[in-house]
């Protein structure tokens, strides 16, 4: 619904625009004062400030300098007097939208505020689609890879970053399911709030309660002053229960409780405390199998696993590990000041022959011991290893990637860079996935 505020210090003339508003179908807020306005007014605001110039307090030309500050593309339709019309006029040219003279036809007000929100809808369209590239750009950076396993999961991670629904990752040791979820909180509307990560297989089985729940002081044995629980200081936030097929079936059921009714009651206390909780969890083995085998709650699954990400493992989209890995000896450099050696066919021959049963925690691992030059990388004798056919693919990949990103999509450029012809470059971008929007300049 369209929204409009209302300022205006005479009850009748508020009462009277509030209703006639209402009747047109839009969403009507009114103020006495402006102050009180600034006071409530939201971030991006979906609507139209409609105000008097004339009143106590903060009046109508102060209150759009106020706006003017915080959102100069807010439209401010001024409401004036006989002898105020020149300065409404001088006021639209420091940034109000409109002004309307007093008494004015309800016709004139209807036209005024459907192009002022036209005009709103259009800024704050624009504005989250920069904000969205602006994401896709910071998350590209921290979830590493242009192949199109990658590109798949960084779309899939904004879209559910945005969304309140609790999250299961499943993918292998090393595949980066603490760093999905960290981005999943980090890319939302709780990433001002607590981020609390939870490992499920490092901790005894006889503290889960107390590090889940909290405990009040004497609630047992030990218990030596209040302690607040995982639960409820995530609230609010995200709360990541990593490797949660460890979780007992015990503490499962309670688990399960708190997150049906968004409350935790901590050992030793008689009340119920409410919490907001969006919980992402991760887990290696199939929590389907976990189920029929008696060691995992269905329940609780369906709880967990509103929705699902897969994370592939290193091994499914090699393409990406000359990249990964030459990022990986450029942080290793930095960190132990050593130099970085640049990337060579044999290298590259190590790096893709390898199976990485670790994923990316074994190659940054790599990484850094070549850095120290402790050792080669990797072995090529490794079960599963790819063809020398597969590892020309993976390299064609990472040139025409490190092209396109050189260049900054410009396809003319690469061409004479590669010394392709036009329509095998498209082919090849094809093959892999590849395309020149990815590699533009933000904003364009």
């Not at 007992?248 to 409410?274: C, D, H, M, T, W």
Request: proline fraction near 5%; hydrophobic fraction near 45%.
């Amino acid at each position: 619904m369209q929204s409009v505020i209302v300022i205006d210090d005479e009850a009748s003339i508020r009462e009277a625009v509030q209703q006639w508003l209402e009747l047109s179908g839009f969403a009507v807020r009114v103020y006495e004062r402006a102050e009180a306005c600034l006071a409530a007014l939201e971030r991006d605001f979906a609507g139209v400030i409609l105000s008097d110039v004339r009143m106590p307090g903060l009046d109508g030309l102060g209150l759009l300098e106020r706006l003017q500050a915080q959102d100069p593309e807010l439209p401010v339709i001024l409401l004036t007097g006989h002898g105020d019309v020149p300065m409404a006029v001088e006021a639209m040219r420091h940034g109000a939208y409109d002004f309307l003279e007093k008494p004015f036809a309800p016709q004139t007000l209807l036209a005024s505020l459907t192009r002022a929100l036209d005009k709103r809808r259009l800024v704050l369209d624009n504005r989250r689609l920069r904000r969205r590239v602006d994401a896709a750009g910071q998350l590209e950076a921290r979830l590493l890879g242009a192949s199109p396993v990658m590109q798949h999961l960084r779309a899939q991670v904004l879209e559910l970053a945005a969304t309140p629904v609790n999250v299961l990752l499943r993918g292998e040791t090393g595949s980066g399911k603490e760093l999905v979820a960290r981005c999943l909180h980090d890319f939302g509307p709780r990433a001002e709030q607590p981020f609390v990560a939870l490992n499920c297989a490092a901790i005894p089985e006889q503290l889960f309660e107390s590090e889940l729940f909290g405990h009040e002081s004497g609630a047992f044995t030990g218990a030596q002053g209040r302690r607040i629980g995982k639960l409820e200081y995530a609230s609010g936030g995200t709360l990541f229960l990593d490797e949660i097929e460890s979780l007992p079936l015990a503490q499962q059921a309670k688990l399960l409780r708190v997150l049906q009714e968004q409350q935790v009651e901590r050992l030793g206390a008689n009340r119920s405390i409410a919490v907001d909780l969006r919980v992402v969890a991760a887990t290696k083995p199939d929590l389907q199998a976990e189920i029929a085998a008696g060691r995992f709650r269905q329940d609780l699954y369906y709880r967990l696993a509103v929705a699902e990400l897969p994370l592939p493992p290193l091994r499914e989209r090699r393409e990406d590990i000359p990249l990964l890995f030459q990022r990986f000896c450029e942080a290793a450099g930095a960190r132990l000041q050593r130099p970085v050696r640049l990337l060579d066919g044999a290298l590259l021959g190590q790096l893709l022959g390898h199976d990485w049963p670790g994923n990316v925690r074994e190659l940054a691992n790599a990484a850094e011991r070549h850095v120290l030059a402790l050792a080669r990388p990797a072995s090529a004798e490794s079960s599963g290893a790819p063809s020398l056919a597969e590892r020309l693919e993976a390299f064609e990949a990472q040139c025409l990637r490190a092209a396109l990103s050189r260049h900054r999509g410009d396809i003319k450029a690469v061409l004479e860079d590669l010394q392709l012809p036009r329509r095998t470059l498209n082919e090849k971008m094809q093959r892999h996935g590849l395309s020149r929007e990815a590699f533009l300049p933000a904003g364009e």
